[in-house]
């Protein structure tokens, strides 16, 4: 007897209550395909047409030796809160397109020791974006802003902002075809 794992996925993903669908979606994604996000124990606070915002709590496997949440972790995050604002939109646009990060540039303002919530405001643009590669059919890149912040500690300032050039492209079909 073969189990379809994707018919699985979907039922045990559909039957879970609304608020917890894109955290498992991301979590299921960073288990499988790359390990990292998985650890960090990213949550999905906020995934619509135009905005993501992903929570990663400050906890042993997130600091570092003075107590603040790591640098690479805050790496994990801003590509966390891009990277899925755009997976989101590629599903709902039914086409098979790629996605990859092609630089990455990080400015970090504060130290944070407290969980830090990633926002990425740019859903409807990396939406157009989508549209184009389906239109045009080649490789398109756009710069993706994230802001992280640390809302206990400090109310009204990031604690580091980053740029991430956000490349998509259809993805190919089988040799031959």
């Known amino acids: 007897m073969m189990v379809d794992v994707k018919k699985m996925a979907t039922k045990v993903y559909e039957n879970l209550p609304i ?3 894109d955290t498992a979606l991301l979590q ?3 288990m499988f395909k790359i390990p990292l996000l998985f650890f960090c124990s990213p ?3 906020q995934l619509d047409n ?3 915002v992903i929570k990663i709590p400050l906890n042993f496997r997130t600091k570092n030796h003075l107590g603040s949440m790591y640098f690479g972790v805050l790496a994990c995050g801003a590509d966390c809160a891009g990277g899925l604002s755009a997976m989101k939109q590629i599903l709902l646009s039914g086409h098979p397109i790629n996605l990859v990060f092609k630089d990455f540039k990080g400015s970090f303002h504060k130290r944070p020791h407290e969980d830090v919530y990633f926002t990425c405001e740019q859903g409807e643009e990396i939406n ?3 549209k184009k590669v389906i239109d045009s059919k ?3 890149n756009m710069t993706v802003k994230i802001t992280a912040t640390a809302p206990k500690q400090f109310p009204s300032e990031p604690v580091a902002e980053f740029e991430l050039t956000l490349s998509l492209k259809l993805k190919e079909g089988p040799k031959g075809a």
């Open 43 to 45: 949550k999905v606070l």
């Open 19 to 21: 608020k917890f669908r």
């Open 50 to 52: 135009n905005k993501c």
């Open 138 to 140: 080649e490789r398109q």
């Open 128 to 130: 157009q974006l989508i």
């Open 28 to 30: 299921a994604f960073g």
